[in-house]
């Protein structure tokens, strides 16, 4: 472990407890907006980890969990240093949107440029100020509008280190998630940092559960990596190394007979898509046997439309 964190010219030491802020871009209105990053270090030598929350605006049990985890005095390891920035697309929050003020997605931005767009500039200063400094990550995240997602602990699985972090994690579901160009999770892995992604919920609205299985998870992390000593027991969980949506083979009106979490089998009923005027009913039916990871609760469906979304092997 470093004596010193260095973040935007600010040295912390070992044992302290710090609050940097980032400036990034200000509004139209000029007014300045600055990214806060959280940094708690323990008096011990220990591995640095990094939580993340809103990358994407809207997403908001990302942002819950590394709240109560602060709130809660659950966050300061024993070991080592976290840093924490519960709240990474400030503009898109202020906007209850996914992405930036101009549409583009943090996310499919790194590994960034410094004159670049704001999602560019935003992905340039994590990836300059903040991954040089962690060992691991995790990246919380919850479903779009309208489609839930199961708890859920994502990593690329043909990396040895990710796998060992997902057991530990141990959410309810363990899914293979291949890097996407252009993604946090890519661009960090090039340097040599691995980063993981937890789902949970849907847009804008808390998802209790979730958000419990999300800070017991990230408690277990941070005793299989030394920081801690005490930690909530794990869950039993399923790895799941293929995903498919069920797409909607009729535009109406979508009523699911499951629900997330569900095992199901293939050619099993799911729902049932009707028109609005109460003379027509198709039968959604299972493409493939697996676990319900993510739901459409989007009621008016068109044809193509995501349904939900199957972890399988």
Do not use: C
């Not at 659950?74 to 697309?89: F, H, M, Q, R, Y």
């Not at 291949?178 to 609205?205: C, D, M, P, W």
């Amino acid at each position: 472990m470093p004596d010193f964190i260095k973040i935007n010219g600010q040295k912390i030491g070992v044992g302290q407890i710090d609050e940097i802020y980032l400036n990034i871009a200000r509004l139209p209105t000029y007014t300045n907006i600055d990214l806060p990053v959280h940094i708690y270090r323990g008096h011990e030598d220990g591995p640095v980890l990094l939580l993340t929350g809103g990358l994407h605006g809207d997403e908001i049990n990302g942002i819950e969990i590394i709240r109560r985890m602060i709130s809660q005095n659950l966050i300061t390891p024993e070991k080592g240093s976290v840093i924490a920035i519960p709240l990474v697309n400030i503009y898109g929050f202020i906007q209850n949107v996914r992405g930036v003020p101009d549409g583009k997605d943090i996310n499919r931005s790194f590994p960034g440029v410094k004159g670049g767009s704001l999602a560019r500039l935003l992905a340039y200063t994590l990836m300059h100020q903040i991954v040089p400094q962690i060992d691991v990550g995790l990246d919380f995240h919850t479903g779009g509008a309208s489609r839930a997602n199961y708890p859920q602990i994502r990593g690329a699985l043909d990396i040895p280190e990710n796998v060992d972090l997902a057991k530990a994690f141990a959410s309810p579901l363990v899914v293979h998630s291949r890097l996407i160009n252009k993604s946090f999770r890519k661009a960090a892995q090039k340097i040599g940092k691995h980063i993981l992604v937890y789902e949970t919920g849907e847009a804008l609205r808390y998802d209790e559960f979730g958000i419990q299985e999300g800070i017991n998870g990230t408690l277990r992390v941070m005793k299989h990596l030394g920081m801690r000593d005490d930690a909530p027991e794990p869950n039993e969980y399923e790895i799941l190394m293929k995903s498919n949506w069920i797409r909607a083979r009729y535009a109406g009106l979508f009523q699911t007979r499951i629900k997330l979490g569900d095992h199901i089998k293939k050619n099993q009923l799911v729902g049932y898509i009707t028109d609005p005027y109460g003379n027509e009913r198709f039968k959604a039916k299972a493409s493939y046997s697996g676990y319900v990871i993510g739901l459409n609760n989007s009621p008016v469906v068109h044809k193509g439309d995501a349904l939900m979304h199957i972890g399988h092997n």
